[in-house]
């Protein structure tokens, strides 16, 4: 297992932004995920940021783009391109900037929608500095992407399932919609859209303790997973692939949150896929309260289904008396 340090796209140097109500634009168009890279002069600049965009995303167990990219140039750039939910503008300009910048602004043609502007004063320099501004820039539009599928969530949760964690954890969780099947256990609830194929699964558990540590987590999900989640046949159980885990802490709400990604598999079977888990410390309660997604989509893509499931552990949220 590797523990890395997890950078939040709320806290990237050198950004700032610009929001718009966007009350009266049309509706952004294109999937998640996907974004229209336009370059202002030399299109070698814009190929730098396609190159770190397009890096796979990591804890999937097969090769995933972590955005699906085109690019255009400014004379391209028409009135329907405006209309892409992600837009990364990349300008290089000896005249104009003297160091490389991001910026970013909402809702400029459509919404929801994200447009960041990559700002360089050559494309040496841009490529030299993609090392620095490149984890900042996937991190901005991965959480735009997260924002716009919680705010979607915000509309069409399972109530009942998010009252049954509710009433067991004392944690609200915004469940999507078609996640009607469900589990319960000690301190442990799994809920599923059951679908037969790009199954998406959330599950909420808890353990003792008072601080957020790597190789327990581990193990505890190891034992809650084998104890709750059997496979087929008798001898069958979830288990977790821990070679393949990282683990690194963000800021969120003002709380640190210790986000987990791998890969899951199932003993005795040759069922696997990703999952990513949240966990938090209850001071009150003396435990750690963990949100995990976990997917099951053989032979077909993951990187979206994973990313959707896991915008509804952002909502995890202690409820107050």
């Known amino acids: 297992m590797k523990i890395v340090g997890v950078l939040s796209a709320l806290a990237v140097i050198a950004i700032c932004s610009c929001s718009g109500d966007g009350l009266l634009l049309p509706k952004s168009g294109g999937r998640p995920y996907e974004v229209l890279v336009v370059s202002v002069g030399s299109g070698r600049g814009a190929a730098s940021v396609d190159s770190v965009l397009s890096l796979d995303v990591p804890g999937l167990p097969q090769s995933e783009p972590m955005f ?177 885990v990282v683990c690194g802490f963000t800021e969120e709400k003002g709380r640190t949150v210790m986000v987990s990604r791998g890969l899951w598999e199932m003993h005795g079977d040759a069922m696997g896929g990703p999952f990513v888990a949240h966990s938090v410390v209850d001071t009150a309660g003396n435990r750690v309260v963990v949100a995990e997604a976990f997917v099951y989509a053989p032979e077909t893509k993951k990187r979206n289904l994973l990313r959707q499931a896991e915008a509804a552990l952002y909502t995890l949220k202690k409820i107050k008396h």
């Not at 990364?88 to 043609?109: A, C, D, G, Q």
């Not at 716009?148 to 067991?168: H, P, W």
């Not at 000690?186 to 008072?210: K, T």
Request: overall charge positive; charged content about 20%.
């Open 68 to 244: 699906d990219v085109s690019l255009t140039d400014s004379a391209h750039f028409n009135q329907t391109a405006k209309l892409a939910r992600s837009i990364v503008v990349v300008n290089v300009n000896p005249h104009l900037f003297t160091t490389t910048r991001i910026r970013y602004e909402k809702n400029v043609w459509a919404r929801p929608q994200i447009v960041a502007y990559v700002n360089a004063a050559s494309d040496s320099s841009l490529l030299a500095d993609m090392p620095r501004i490149g984890t900042q820039l996937a991190n901005l539009l991965v959480r735009a992407e997260m924002n716009a599928a919680i705010s979607q969530l915000g509309g069409s949760a399972n109530v009942k399932a998010s009252g049954i964690v509710a009433e067991m954890f004392g944690y609200g969780i915004k469940i999507p919609s078609d996640m009607k099947s469900y589990k319960a256990g000690r301190n442990f609830v799994w809920l599923s859209d059951d679908a037969p194929s790009g199954m998406q699964s959330i599950c909420v558990y808890s353990y003792p303790g008072n601080r957020l540590d790597a190789l327990r987590a581990l193990a505890v999900r190891d034992s809650v997973m084998k104890a709750n989640i059997p496979g087929e046949r008798r001898g069958m159980y979830m288990q977790t692939a821990a070679s393949t």
